[in-house]
C-alpha cells in the first residue's frame, strides 16, 4: 500500500467521529501523492505524514458566563495549535453553534498549508466555541468574550499563537478578548488580530479576505485572457468576506448577482448596493430580507431546506462561495457547469465538497480552493502583527499593495507547483504542494520535535 492510502487509513481509524476533519486530510493528501511519491522512504522514515496531520496540542475547555436575565450558560472552548514548524500558530476564532473538534481541526489543518502559501512566518491553528452570537446583547456577548478568554490567555501570545476572527467573531468580539488579555496578563501585545484602528489593528484587514480573493480571481482571469470587466459573480454568504469580495468585484467592474445567509438567500440582476449591504449587516446586523424589503429590484428567496443553494442555480461566469463548509455540493457543481461557469474560487475554507471540486475540474472550470484563493485575510493578519512588533502603522495603501502581491504570488505558484508536477491547471494540487513543501523542509530541519 503506498504511504498515503497507509496514512489515510490510520487517520481515518483514529478520527472516525470528525467527518470535516477527514474530508480536509484526504483532499490534501490525495492531491499530494506525486511529492510523496517522489519521497517516499525519507518522508516514511520520518513519518511526515502521521505527524503532520496530528495537531501539536487541542485544548478544550468550560466557558461559562451569566446572560442577561442572571442564568448561568455553559458553552465549549477550543484551541487548536496544528503546527508551528514556520511560525507562530495563526488562525481564526469561530463562533457559531455547530462548532466541534472535527470542525476546529479541519480548520487548523488547512491553515498550516494557507498559511505557508502566505510566504510570511506564521504556523496553523484555530480555535472557537459553539457559542451562538444571534440574538445575544453586546452584554452578553462581552460576558462570553471574558470568559473564554480568561482561559484562553494560558496558551497564545504574540509570539506562540495569535487568534483573529471568523464566522461570528468580528471587530467586537475581537475587542472584548483582547481587553480581558491586556487585563489579565498586564501585555500590551499583539496578540489577537482584526483589532480596532485605535488600538493596534491594521487598515485593510476588515477588507482583506474579500478583495484578496478578487486579486487573485483577477490574476486567474487575466492568466486566461480574460478580465473581470462585465463579468456576472455568484457570491454566497453575507459576512466579512461576502462584503468586500463583492465590494471589489464590482469595482473591478464585474456585477455581482446574490448573497445569501443561513436562512435565504437574494438576486439582485442589477447588481449588489455595497452601501445598502453594509448598512444591513454592519450596522443594524440584521437579515437578507431588510436588504431586499429596501431595494426594488432584489428577489428573496427563503431557504427551503439545509441543502438548498438557490445561488449557485443563477447563471453566471464566475461563482465565489463566501459562507461556510459543504455549500456548494454535486448538484450545485452540475447547475454551475450547465450554465456555463468559467471559474469558481472559494472565499470560505472547503465550501465545495470533494465531488463537485471533482465534477467542476472535469468539466473545464478553473477551480482555485480556498487556502490558495482566501489567504487574504491571514496574509493581512500576518502584516498587522509586523506593524505591532515595529510599533507604526502602514497606510491603506501599502497594506493594500502588500496584499495585492501576495495574491498574485499565490497563483503563481500555485500555478507553477501544478506545473512542476504535472498537473497544469490543477490548483488544488498546486496549492496543496506548494503549502506542504515549505512546512516539510522546515520540519525535516527541525528535527523529530
Ligand atoms: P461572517 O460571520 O462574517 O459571515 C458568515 C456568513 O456565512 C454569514 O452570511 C452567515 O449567515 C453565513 N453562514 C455561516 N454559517 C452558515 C451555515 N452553517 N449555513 C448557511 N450560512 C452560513 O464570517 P466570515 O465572512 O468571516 O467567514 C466566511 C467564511 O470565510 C468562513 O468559511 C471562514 O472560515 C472563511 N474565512 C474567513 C476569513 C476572515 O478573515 N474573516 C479569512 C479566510 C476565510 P448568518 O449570518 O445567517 O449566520
Ligand atoms: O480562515 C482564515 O484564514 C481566517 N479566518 C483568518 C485567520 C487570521 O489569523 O487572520
Known amino acids: 500500500m503506498s504511504y498515503v492510502d497507509e496514512v489515510l487509513e490510520k487517520v481515518k481509524a483514529k478520527n472516525a467521529d470528525q467527518p470535516e476533519f477527514i474530508q480536509a486530510v484526504t483532499e490534501v493528501l490525495n492531491s499530494l501523492r506525486p511529492v510523496v511519491d517522489a519521497n517516499e522512504e525519507q518522508y516514511r522514515k520520518l513519518a511526515i505524514l502521521e505527524r503532520i496531520t496530528e495537531p501539536d496540542r487541542q485544548i478544550m475547555f468550560r466557558v461559562p458566563w451569566v446572560d442577561d436575565k442572571g442564568q448561568v450558560q455553559v458553552n465549549r472552548g477550543f484551541r487548536v495549535q496544528f503546527n508551528n514548524a514556520i511560525g507562530p500558530y495563526k488562525g481564526g476564532l469561530r463562533l457559531h453553534p455547530s462548532v466541534n473538534l472535527s470542525i476546529i481541526k479541519f480548520l487548523g489543518f488547512e491553515q498550516v498549508f494557507k498559511n505557508s502559501l502566505t510566504t510570511l512566518p506564521i504556523g496553523g491553528g484555530k480555535g472557537g466555541s459553539d457559542f451562538d452570537p444571534k440574538g445575544k446583547s453586546d452584554n452578553?456577548?462581552?460576558?462570553?468574550?471574558?470568559?473564554?478568554?480568561?482561559?484562553?490567555?494560558?496558551?497564545?501570545?504574540?509570539?506562540?499563537?495569535?487568534?483573529?476572527?471568523?464566522?461570528?467573531?468580528?471587530?467586537?468580539?475581537?475587542?472584548?478578548?483582547?481587553?480581558?488579555?491586556?487585563?489579565?496578563?498586564?501585555?500590551?501585545?499583539?496578540?489577537?488580530?482584526?483589532?480596532?484602528?485605535?488600538?493596534?489593528?491594521?487598515?485593510?484587514?476588515?477588507?482583506a479576505t474579500g478583495y484578496g480573493l478578487l486579486y487573485l480571481t483577477q490574476e486567474l482571469m487575466k492568466c486566461h485572457g480574460e478580465s473581470m470587466e462585465g463579468k456576472v459573480v455568484a457570491i454566497s454568504g453575507s459576512g466579512n468576506v461576502a462584503t468586500y469580495a463583492a465590494q471589489k468585484a464590482q469595482q473591478m467592474g464585474a456585477k455581482v448577482v446574490t448573497l445569501s445567509d443561513s436562512t435565504g438567500w437574494i438576486y439582485?440582476?442589477?447588481?449588489?448596493?455595497?452601501?445598502?449591504?453594509?448598512?444591513?449587516?454592519?450596522?443594524?446586523?440584521?437579515?437578507?430580507?431588510?436588504?431586499?424589503?429596501?431595494?426594488?429590484?432584489?428577489?428573496?428567496?427563503?431557504?427551503?431546506?439545509?441543502?438548498?443553494?438557490?445561488?449557485?442555480?443563477?447563471?453566471?461566469?464566475?461563482?465565489?462561495?463566501?459562507?461556510?463548509?459543504?455549500?456548494?455540493?454535486?448538484?450545485?457543481?452540475?447547475?454551475?457547469?450547465?450554465?456555463?461557469?468559467?471559474?469558481?474560487?472559494?472565499?470560505?475554507?472547503?465550501?465545495?465538497?470533494?465531488?463537485?471540486?471533482?465534477?467542476l475540474q472535469k468539466n473545464g472550470v478553473w477551480f482555485v480552493g480556498g487556502k490558495a484563493a482566501n489567504a487574504g485575510g491571514v496574509a493581512t493578519s500576518a502584516l498587522e502583527m509586523s506593524q505591532n512588533s515595529e510599533r507604526l502603522s502602514w497606510s491603506f495603501d501599502e497594506v493594500d499593495s502588500k496584499l495585492k502581491g501576495i495574491m498574485v504570488g499565490i497563483y503563481h505558484a500555485i500555478d507553477d507547483a501544478a506545473k512542476k508536477y504535472g498537473k497544469e491547471g490543477d490548483y488544488v494540487a498546486g496549492a496543496n504542494i506548494a503549502g506542504f513543501e515549505k512546512v516539510v523542509n522546515a520540519m525535516i530541519a527541525q528535527g523529530v520535535v
Open 140 to 207: 452578553e456577548i462581552m460576558h462570553f468574550c471574558q470568559s473564554f478568554m480568561t482561559e484562553l490567555y494560558k496558551y497564545i501570545g504574540a509570539d506562540t499563537d495569535v487568534p483573529a476572527g471568523d464566522i461570528g467573531t468580528g471587530a467586537r468580539e475581537i475587542g472584548f478578548m483582547f481587553g480581558q488579555y491586556k487585563r489579565i496578563r498586564d501585555l500590551y501585545e499583539g496578540v489577537l488580530t482584526g483589532k480596532g484602528l485605535t488600538y493596534g489593528g491594521s487598515l485593510a484587514r476588515t477588507e
Open 268 to 359: 439582485d440582476p442589477e447588481g449588489i448596493d455595497i452601501e445598502l449591504l453594509k448598512e444591513v449587516k454592519e450596522v443594524k446586523r440584521a437579515r437578507l430580507t431588510e436588504y431586499a424589503a429596501a431595494r426594488k429590484s432584489a428577489e428573496y428567496h427563503e431557504k427551503k431546506s439545509a441543502d438548498d443553494h438557490g445561488v449557485w442555480n443563477i447563471k453566471v461566469d464566475i461563482a465565489l462561495p463566501c459562507a461556510t463548509q459543504n455549500e456548494l455540493n454535486l448538484e450545485d457543481a452540475k447547475a454551475l457547469v450547465a450554465n456555463g461557469v468559467k471559474a469558481v474560487c472559494e472565499g470560505a475554507n472547503m465550501p465545495t465538497t470533494i465531488e463537485a471540486t471533482e465534477y
